[in-house]
């Protein structure tokens, strides 16, 4: 083939990629960012945190694009992919499993779109792909509950775990703070460990066989989230042994408030669903933009008790249109501040 022939081609493939590059769809503006989310399944954390999510995009004039994986891995790597083959501005996570994502992220990342975790944290391989995880401090939060349920059996007795779903980093970490209390404590011991998915359902299940299986021998329940605390809270009024057998979990959704006030929760850790989503959504929104962003937004969630419910519940669904309202607010604050979880 000569040299005539050689140019003519190149110069053909390089008008064919020149046609290729501009039909390609543009991007929004850096004002108006396209921000795609997808979150493992609508539990009530989420559910309420996709209030704040919507609130923080309509305050930045964004464009919100919510999924929820429904708990299926595969599902989310999907959504994963139709955010990149729409060439979203940024995207926003809350990983069905810790482990599963690191492609897509890459994937992402080489494509020149921001992902920025939330909730529940990657895997390790994953980290350099990302722009930010912004969520909890779960071992804290699986230590605080653990030790208050330790403390309320006054250090003696037997204890079962509902556990989230198996390999996902909120269950890891929290399951790991649990242990890290027991461990101290030799004289509490555990019956049963089970995942109970972060379900009330099957939570609720999950509790009447043991309480069918272990009766009196249960002193204490640890649930790692508040949904699973309230399905075995069901079982136990069954039994009509709610607030005589001591439980504890971890979120502050309205439900777990509640049960904290009436006594029949021990106590509670604050996740601020709407917080917390809220501001990953303003990182992406602040990373599309050109702003400074935290590589890590830990959150340290406040104990919840009979005697500080009432503030934070007030606060959160007293006038929830109104706390909504202020989020934006005080969400670019917190990031200024580096104190994130304040309210």
């Known amino acids: 083939m000569n040299v005539t022939r050689i140019r003519q081609l190149l110069a053909g493939a390089a008008a064919i990629a020149g046609l290729a590059v501009a039909a390609a769809p543009a991007r929004a503006d850096a004002q108006h960012p396209v921000i795609g989310f997808t979150a493992y399944d609508m539990s009530s954390f989420i559910s309420l945190g996709k209030r704040g999510a919507e609130a923080v995009a309509s305050a930045n004039g964004a464009k919100l694009l919510w999924n929820s994986a429904g708990m299926d891995v595969n599902q989310q790597i999907s959504q994963f992919q139709q955010f990149i083959n729409q060439k979203v501005d940024a995207i926003v996570v809350a990983p069905v499993n810790s482990a599963t994502l690191t492609p897509q992220i890459k994937a992402a990342k080489d494509a020149g779109i921001p992902v920025i975790v939330t909730n529940l944290t990657a895997s390790a391989d994953a980290t350099p792909f990302i722009v930010s995880y912004v ?64 379900a009330r359902n099957k939570a609720y299940g999950i509790m009447q066989d043991w309480l069918s299986r272990y009766g009196s021998k249960i002193d204490g329940i640890i649930s790692e989230n508040d949904d699973m605390a309230i399905g075995a809270i069901q079982a136990l009024k069954e039994k009509n042994l709610a607030g005589k057998i001591p439980v504890s979990g971890v979120d502050g959704i309205k439900d777990g408030m509640r049960a904290v006030r009436d006594g029949n929760l021990l106590e509670t850790n604050l996740q601020d669903g709407p917080l917390e989503l809220g501001m990953a959504v303003q990182v992406a929104v602040n990373q599309v933009k050109g702003k400074p962003v935290p590589k890590e937004a830990m959150f340290v969630m406040p104990e919840i008790t009979k005697d500080n419910v009432g503030h934070y519940y007030d606060q959160m669904y007293g006038d929830f249109s109104g706390f909504l309202k202020q989020l934006p607010a005080l969400i670019n604050k917190n990031l200024e501040s580096g104190h994130y979880a304040e309210q």
């Open 135 to 198: 969520g909890p401090d779960d071992v804290k939060a699986g230590e605080q509950e653990a030790q208050h349920l330790v403390d309320a059996i006054h250090g003696k007795g037997s204890v079962v775990i509902l556990q989230g779903p198996l390999g996902q980093s909120g269950e890891i970490d929290r399951t790991k703070g649990i242990k890290n209390v027991l461990a101290k404590n030799p004289d509490v011991k555990v019956l049963a460990m089970q995942p109970g998915n972060w």
